[in-house]
């Protein structure tokens, strides 16, 4: 492919003013396109047409003009913390950085340890804040690099290896929503799409209308977490595709508990018909008592059913015993995962539960009642049916609803 693509600086422009736009303006509908083709003064009507207003006249105070003196000859992708901005170029194996505000280099932010690393090839780049991540594309070995921030120092442990595996031969532009990341390929004509965490080829996630859209040839691609837009370096057009879920948050009908687990039962919910596909389910727990129950602190479990209808049930195991938890449940889609569901709580068992047939004649009867009855209110732990170290009301139900069988 050559590495000087035309209209690329132009495109690179109108994504920039997309994402400086994205905290103070509406998107339009998903599903619409917008088009960035013939000369930049339709363009940035085109946009100016969307978002309304004066938003997109011409600001060339904020231009960054040094970048062939900097020796930033090929440049491609590009993302700022809003302070630098960093741009990948392809011929040298680097990211060159600029200050935001006033255009000027700032070579000691540069990363130039790409080469080193083997990343010769850096195409779109994308960063959380703490990691930078750059993708590149060979000849042969395609992967997403992963550096440190605030060093510059590789950070192999968060590699998203494998593209070529799943066929992602063309990486181009990165995005990221700090749980998934979306790889453009260029001659497949679909994002791919892989799991932060896990750094695996996630299938559910991936954007494969490209091709059927006419986005034949995407390049860069940006989101605001709803739609995302992809650049045709051939339509000279920012195609957009709903990223939204299309089905409602499952409902948590039960919360059984276990020794040291909780099982949870929920029914498959309803979905939008089209193209939404239910791929998973995921589920979240964390101690009622816990002091932050931010984001960050609930230990999630990915995909714990992949397929299902009907009543579905996961047990939730290595819990601890008489504690309290708060749990939540998912669904994922081929869209992305859906809202969290109401929470539901439980409290696992201590020990196993004891059997209500007391004397081992094979029955719950009136002789097994008589038995309950003498040990109400000790600690006996054959008698304690809930394993809460006391028995009392709550074993008194759970052998009444056992009564007789």
């Known amino acids: 492919?050559?590495?000087?693509?035309?209209?690329?600086?132009?495109?690179?422009?109108?994504?920039?003013?997309?994402?400086?736009?994205?905290?103070?303006?509406?998107?339009?509908?998903?599903?619409?396109?917008?088009?960035?083709?013939?000369?930049?003064?339709?363009?940035?009507?085109?946009?100016?047409?969307?978002?309304?207003?004066?938003?997109?006249?011409?600001?060339?105070g904020k231009d960054i003009n040094g970048m062939a003196a900097a020796g930033n000859n090929d440049p491609e992708g590009i993302w700022s913390d809003g302070t630098t901005v960093w741009v990948a170029d392809k011929a040298d194996g680097k990211l060159y950085a600029y200050d935001l505000v006033s255009g000027t280099r700032a070579a000691n932010k540069d990363f130039d340890t790409l080469a080193a690393a083997g990343n010769r090839n850096p195409e779109g780049i994308w960063s959380d804040g703490?990691?930078?991540?750059?993708?590149?594309?060979?000849?042969?070995?395609?992967?997403?690099?992963a550096y440190d921030m605030s060093t510059g120092?590789?950070?192999?442990?968060?590699?998203?290896?494998?593209?070529?595996?799943?066929?992602?031969?063309?990486?181009?532009?990165?995005?990221?929503?700090?749980?998934?990341?979306?790889?453009?390929?260029?001659?497949?004509?679909r994002l791919y799409a892989y799991d932060m965490e896990l750094e695996v080829a996630d299938l559910g996630?991936?954007?494969?209308?490209?091709?059927?859209?006419?986005?034949?040839?995407?390049?860069?691609?940006?989101?605001d977490g709803t739609t995302m837009w992809v650049a045709d370096d051939v339509d000279k057009k920012l195609y957009a595709y709903d990223l939204t879920l299309r089905t409602d948050a499952p409902a948590i009908l039960s919360v059984t508990a276990g020794t040291g687990s909780l099982t949870i039962s929920w029914r498959v919910p309803p979905i939008e018909t089209g193209t939404v596909v239910i791929t998973g389910y995921d589920v979240r727990y964390i101690r009622s008592d816990a002091p932050d129950k931010a984001e960050a602190n609930w230990t999630v479990l990915r995909y714990v059913r992949t397929t299902g209808s009907g009543t579905l049930f996961y047990e939730v195991a290595g819990l601890a015993g008489g504690a309290r938890y708060?749990?939540?449940?998912?669904?994922?889609?081929?869209?992305?995962?859906?809202?969290?569901?109401?929470?539901?709580?439980?409290t696992p068992l201590v020990q196993a539960p004891a059997s209500t047939d007391f004397n081992g004649d094979g029955r719950t009867d009136f002789v097994d009642f008589f038995l309950f009855a003498d040990a109400y209110g000790s600690t006996n732990a054959k008698f304690d049916l809930d394993g809460n170290g006391v028995v009392d009301f709550a074993d008194f139900f759970r052998f009444v609803d056992a009564f007789g069988s």
């Open 1 to 60: 492919m050559p590495s000087v693509r035309s209209g690329k600086s132009r495109i690179g422009l109108i994504a920039s003013v997309l994402a400086v736009l994205s905290a103070s303006r509406t998107y339009p509908e998903t599903g619409t396109d917008l088009p960035v083709g013939g000369q930049d003064e339709v363009k940035l009507r085109s946009i100016q047409e969307i978002f309304g207003g004066e938003c997109c006249a011409r600001d060339p």
């Open 130 to 145: 703490a990691t930078m991540w750059v993708a590149d594309d060979p000849w042969f070995g395609e992967k997403v690099y």
């Open 153 to 189: 120092a590789r950070n192999a442990d968060r590699d998203i290896n494998g593209l070529e595996r799943v066929g992602n031969d063309n990486p181009e532009g990165i995005w990221s929503n700090d749980t998934t990341m979306w790889v453009a390929d260029y001659t497949d004509a």
């Open 205 to 223: 996630r991936e954007v494969s209308a490209l091709g059927s859209a006419g986005n034949n040839h995407p390049r860069g691609i940006w989101s």
């Open 326 to 346: 708060d749990l939540q449940l998912r669904a994922v889609t081929n869209r992305g995962p859906g809202s969290w569901s109401a929470v539901s709580s439980g």
